[in-house]
């Protein structure tokens, strides 16, 4: 292994030793080799443990946590021990594309900010059909919270971000570490806190060079629904977003998280959360409606249908 590489690549995981490794070979089939995996183990797991170590290869390091954390606590610990320049985040359950290191490293040297942070597109993969994600890029002079919450049409994905298709300067992940505790929306609130930062630029590459498996029949956190959490985040964190912002993400993200409740009280609180402090549009409203009013199996059909390709 080279005693400085270029980029460390940092995965946490718990309990799922099938899913890590396939993570881990594919980062090392990057066509970037000069690199270092650093998976994180949040507790104990000797299966993932014994799992790792049949991986005959010197780039990889495995860190185990004596006590479980949460995944930002591990994407943290992980940071502060990488070695490179540059860190990059897979979660264990996903996948890259092959140049997908190579695409980044080359938009990051292309960038005249001093501390660029380089997103990609992703293949949304469901067990219906697979789709791009974001279905388009930041505009110029955009809000950066405007573009990640605010729809175009009925579905999400037209901005997004994902934690898997996240490179950033190693010195900025010290500076602005993930929120630990947060269970939803991690990779939000740390680029909407990051592009605050002096010096960060956020850039997209093109072309989708992560596979986020969207697999519905296992326990995953982004199939959980802490909406309480996230109103109490969202508050808190009013000063990220525009008006606008504010509202869409009330009566999108947020309301797709409390609708399951089926609860009237719910439904009005978000509606005066998002018109108190948010300014929403026709379609917010369109969007919170059809939230409420169609069981979430049916909404999501509904978008594989429209906006993927059968699988």
């Known amino acids: 292994m080279p005693s400085t590489p270029e980029v460390s690549v940092v995965i946490p995981t718990r309990f799922r030793p099938e899913l890590v490794t396939r993570a881990v070979r594919g980062v090392l089939a990057q066509t970037v080799t000069d690199l270092e995996v650093i998976v994180v183990i949040d507790g104990p797991a000797e299966d993932t443990h014994a799992a790792l170590k049949l991986i005959d290869d010197k780039r990889l390091r495995i860190v185990g946590l004596p006590e479980r954390g949460g995944a930002p606590n591990a ?38 900010a001093p501390l660029p942070v380089v997103a990609t597109r992703l293949i ?7 789709s791009v994600m974001p279905r388009r890029l930041p505009e110029p002079g955009e809000p ?7 729809r175009r049409g009925l579905f999400y994905g037209d901005g997004f971000i994902q934690t898997s298709t996240i490179m950033a300067p190693a010195r900025l992940m010290s500076e602005v570490p993930f ?16 592009v605050r930062h002096p010096g960060v630029e ?5 072309e989708p060079l992560v596979v986020w498996h969207q697999d519905e029949n296992r326990e995953r956190i ?30 999108s993200v947020l309301s797709s998280m409390a609708a399951p409740t089926r609860s009237r009280e719910v439904f009005r609180e978000l509606l005066a959360e998002a018109r108190g402090h948010g300014r929403p549009g026709p379609l917010d409203y369109v969007t919170f409606l059809q939230i409420w009013a169609l069981p979430p199996n049916l909404r999501h059909t509904l978008r594989d249908r429209v906006l993927g390709r059968r699988r």
């Open 202 to 206: 956020l850039r997209y590459a093109s």
């Open 222 to 251: 982004s199939l959980a629904n802490p909406w309480e959490q996230q109103l109490e985040w969202l508050r808190d964190s009013r000063e990220l977003f525009t008006p606008r912002a504010y509202a869409a993400f009330t009566m």
């Open 75 to 112: 994407r943290n610990l992980g940071a502060q021990a990488a070695r490179a320049p540059w860190v990059a985040f897979l979660d264990d359950d996903d996948e890259w594309l092959p140049a997908k290191l190579e695409v980044q490293l080359r938009l990051a040297g292309e960038c005249a």
């Open 124 to 130: 949304n993969r469901t067990p219906r059909a697979d």
């Open 179 to 194: 929120t630990v505790g947060l269970r939803r929306q991690q990779e939000l609130d740390w680029t909407l806190r990051a």
């Open 144 to 150: 950066l919270s405007e573009y990640l919450t605010l």
